[in-house]
């Protein structure tokens, strides 16, 4: 789902080759990408996950988006957006007058407005109407989009430049319910011209796009089953891409020196955390028991076995390198300690070992081991029985959208370059992470934070949050990821491919 104030750490072999211009035959050659991603629908209403997000951005456009690095939006779809007149509870933008769709049709903004429209009323259980909370009613006058806000909200033109935002052909979508099918229809710089679920997506240059970049190459992306099939398909030189996510050993072993392929580590803000449900009927409904487990997780011992060192511990729920970003669960929970655990249950009044269920995403990069590994600690204690079980992709979503699941071990890659990104979809009320948890405090420290239009002024508010999520704990940080791209040698452009703010950039690869 999607940051990144990055610093690219590029280690190529042969950087000059990148001055090279690629001859017309490559240029048209297709770039074959490889991950582990997985796409829940074709249809921006009903999907709000890093994969099928990856997929809107090349084959949809929103208004804004984001530059290489960039932590600010810039038009795509729009020619100007703007606050008017200093306040932030009406947002307007001017479309730009030469966008089609592929049936011929120009977009106009009663497009725009009929998008966000259908997100909201949708209100998919794993779509992304969440993020769109702030947002009372869309009014369209020709190229005129005008965005009502319930309350000031700064970080509006963020969402606006996410896949939340995608715009669809108003004639070819249905106003109340999901579109189904293999087809989409938007104005992205790729036409979609074939698609098998969990297989491969086929991308072609789209001809009438007009926005911020540069149509690229023709893509095929593929699409495997766990990282152990995707390092398979790039030994056997099935990809010339490799991204999202090779097996942590594989990526401790990249070496840069090798000739055979261009290796791009970034500083990452993509985040994984342990979710728990809250209510009344989960065993986990204790305070007291979630903090026992806070007391329990060693960090450390999981990213330095279960990922070979290639993610860093973290200890606040706003990953390093953001605005706001604290250790409130280091500060709270310091060390690892069962006796204190113990003295949380014996108060909670609850029956040990606490016994509840952990669901995790089949073929999510390391996922299997890294629920064996919790399991572990866990009941080392003695103070914890925990059920693993996996499930796929999509039933994943479900259950824990329908609060079967007690626990559950989600990465998050951030919709946009912004704290509040970690904030209402994770632990506001009716979070997209449906943990059941709410607090007044919480909800008041994200709206506090969108009111200021400058937004290095929000660090006290996301501090506070982040304090307020290490006394209550619906969930558990543990770790912020490092990108990797690796691609071979021929292949150039894979620094720019993602930089963790929500933009999956396959016009960027080219042949050298």
């Not at 190229?143 to 509006?156: R, S």
């Amino acid at each position: 789902m999607r940051i990144l104030v990055a610093l690219l750490v590029l280690a190529v072999v042969g950087v000059g080759g990148w001055q090279l211009m690629p001859s017309q035959e490559d240029s048209e050659a297709t770039i074959t990408v490889g991950t582990t991603d997985t796409i829940t629908s074709l249809d921006p209403a009903g999907a709000y996950d890093a994969g099928s997000w990856a997929l809107f951005s090349n084959v949809f456009q929103s208004l804004l988006t984001y530059e290489p690095g960039g932590v600010s939006p810039v038009p795509d779809a729009a020619r100007s957006c703007s606050f008017p007149k200093g306040g932030l509870t009406t947002y307007t933008c001017e479309l730009r007058d030469d966008l089609t769709f592929p049936s011929g049709r120009k977009m106009t903004a009663e497009d725009v407005k009929f998008s966000f429209d259908r997100v909201k009323k949708i209100n998919a259980d794993v779509g992304p109407a969440s993020l769109l909370s702030t947002l009372k009613s869309v009014d369209a006058d020709g190229l005129k989009v005008t965005f009502h806000l319930t309350t000031p909200d700064a970080t509006f033109p963020f969402k606006v430049a996410t896949g939340a935002g995608s715009i669809v052909d108003h004639t070819r979508y249905p106003a109340d319910g999901l579109r189904t099918g293999t087809s989409v229809d938007g104005t992205g710089p790729y036409t979609l011209t074939s698609y098998t679920k969990g297989k491969r997506a086929d991308l072609e240059p789209n001809g009438r796009y007009r926005g911020a970049v540069k149509t690229g190459a023709p893509v095929e992306l593929r699409y495997y089953a766990d990282p152990d099939a995707l390092e398979k398909g790039w030994k056997a030189k099935e990809v010339d891409v490799a991204t999202r996510q090779l097996p942590p050993a594989v990526l401790a072993s990249l070496n840069a020196s090798d000739p055979d392929m261009r290796v791009s580590e970034a500083d990452s803000s993509d985040t994984r955390n342990l979710y728990f449900n809250t209510r009344a009927s989960s065993p986990l409904h204790s305070v007291d028991v979630r903090k026992a487990m806070a007391w329990l997780v060693n960090r450390e011992r999981l990213a330095a076995t279960v990922y070979d060192g290639t993610v860093d511990p973290l200890y606040s729920l706003v990953p390093a390198g953001l605005t706001g970003h604290t250790t409130s669960f280091f500060d709270t929970y310091p060390t690892q300690s069962a006796a204190k655990a113990r003295t949380l249950l014996q108060q909670a009044g609850v029956s040990i070992p606490v016994s509840f269920t952990y669901g995790y995403g089949l073929g999510s990069g390391a996922a299997e081991a890294e629920a064996k590994e919790l399991k572990r600690q866990l009941e080392a204690s003695g103070l914890f029985k925990v059920n693993v079980k996996g499930y796929e992709w999509t039933d994943f979503q479900k259950r824990w959208a329908s609060g079967k699941l007690d626990a559950y071990a989600v990465g998050w890659v951030a919709d946009y370059p912004d704290p509040d990104t970690y904030a209402g979809p994770l632990v506001g009320t009716d979070s997209t992470m449906n943990t059941g948890y709410s607090s007044k405090a919480v909800d008041r420290y994200i709206t506090d934070s969108q009111q200021y239009a400058d937004r290095s002024q929000v660090a006290d508010d996301f501090k506070n949050l982040q304090q307020t999520v290490a006394d209550d704990v619906p969930v558990i940080p543990l770790w912020q990821r490092k990108e990797y791209v690796v691609s071979d040698a021929g292949v150039g452009g894979g620094q720019y491919l993602a930089d963790g703010n929500g933009v999956f950039r396959l016009w960027s690869l080219d042949w050298i």
